[in-house]
């Protein structure tokens, strides 16, 4: 058995994590032919996706952030202001972005939420769980959820 000695730091280094994310694309692209036929395509790049809901007044009601990777819409963020929730908007929000994600190729969709956020709401959208991590943050369950478009 071989001992080596390293030396590990701790500090937040913006030129090894671009190293790093690097190395670690090379690594999965030489091991897996699917991540090799994405190089170079459109598909490699995340594309941004947002979609605004705007009130009578042009203020902001409600929006969704996301963004398009290869054949899957990621949802980060979706809200909608207290006074017009119940209103639809949410559920409008999110079938645009479906709809605008079907146009880029997507065949499916993904989301987090916690427990006090809306899983209800996902679910109502077609959303099936697919993951479940209690206590993350503690006291907090957090649900992985997932949808196929078209």
């Known amino acids: 058995m071989v001992c080596r000695m390293f030396r590990i730091e701790t500090e937040v280094d913006k030129a090894r994590r671009d190293l790093l994310r690097s190395r670690l694309r090379d690594t999965n692209t030489a091991a897996s032919p699917v991540l090799a036929a994405l190089r170079g395509t459109p598909g490699e790049r995340e594309a941004p ?8 007044a042009g203020d902001l009601a409600g929006g969704l952030v996301g963004h398009t990777w290869t054949s899957w819409l990621h949802v980060t963020y979706l809200w909608v202001d207290t ?3 119940g209103t639809g908007l949410g559920a409008r929000l999110l079938a645009e972005a479906e709809r605008l ?14 427990d006090f956020q809306a899983p209800g709401f996902y679910r109502r959208q077609g959303y099936e769980v697919v993951c479940v991590i ?7 369950t957090e649900y992985t959820l997932t949808k196929r478009l078209g």
Do not use: F, K, M, Q
């Not at 996706?49 to 009578?56: F, K, N, P, S």
């Not at 994600?101 to 916690?114: I, L, Q, Y």
């Open 134 to 140: 209690p206590d993350y943050p503690p006291g907090i």
């Open 49 to 56: 996706l947002h979609v605004w809901g705007l009130d009578a």
């Open 83 to 85: 006074r017009h929730r």
């Open 101 to 114: 994600a079907a146009a880029r190729g997507c065949a499916a969709a993904r989301v987090e939420t916690w």
